[in-house]
């Protein structure tokens, strides 16, 4: 049962791709497009992965650890719609969390996927969400916990049969 | 123009003190990155959420900043400790004053 409702959900989502993917001409009226409050623009802005990494982390190279678990597929049919699961195998204790996880696909025009941040209530540094893909290219997800210690999981290929940002 | 919004939580209704939930998300927007062109090869402007705020209580819990990369129709899932019955809110803001909030209540025995 529980099972069901899952794929129905889900299913909701896929209607949704292909009604997007189907309507083709589709120009949004952007009646005000301005960046929300917060958003840190010039990281996910940033067009290399360098820059991005030093925007967002202020770091350009951060030790692999396997505390730090990245799920993906190794080859995705469909580069528009990548799911990915990341979890980081550490306490989430007022004194001692993960604060934040950075997602980044290497050579995707912006790199920065998205910034999540936790508190300790979270009670597990997890997320899943779908990102789009260029081409086969390296996923990598970097902890940092609230002491500032940061951790990057180990670099995955997703191999990308159909590019996701396609015109 | 496709649908938009109609935000959607899923989460345990009923938990044990302690116990880690479980919880997903969905909305529809477009999530357009604004470097990809229509068919009349005119550019398709930049239209996606870029923060989603959880809180439980009325208490920050968790948020997320998303880029262009995101999939179109975002689906996101996270974890939280159920310590205490109540109510999770989630708000997602796209970069055209797009706002949109769900709500999801949970007891906690």
New interface residues.
Partial sequence: MEQM??RK??G??AV??A??AG??????????????A???AAA?DAKKLDEAMKDSIDATSVKTSAKVRLTAPTIAENG???PVTVDVDHP?TADDYIESVYLY?DH???P????????P????A????????AKTDMVRAVARTNKGVMMSSKPQEIKVTIG???? | MAAIGNPMIRMASHAKKGQIVEVRSLIMNPMTTGLSKNKAGKLIPAHFIQTVTVTFNSKPLCNVDWSTAISANPYLAFKMRAVESGTLEMTWKDNTDGVWSSKAAITVA
């Fill in positions: 409702k899952r959900f889900l909701v989502s949704g791709m009604a997007v309507s083709g001409v589709l120009v949004p009226a952007i009646a005000n497009a301005a960046n929300v917060g958003w840190p996910f528009a719609a990548v989430m696909v995707n025009p912006t920065l996927a998205s910034a999540f941040h936790f508190t209530d979270s009670g597990h997890y997320f899943q969400e779908r990102i789009k893909m996701g940002c396609g015109g």
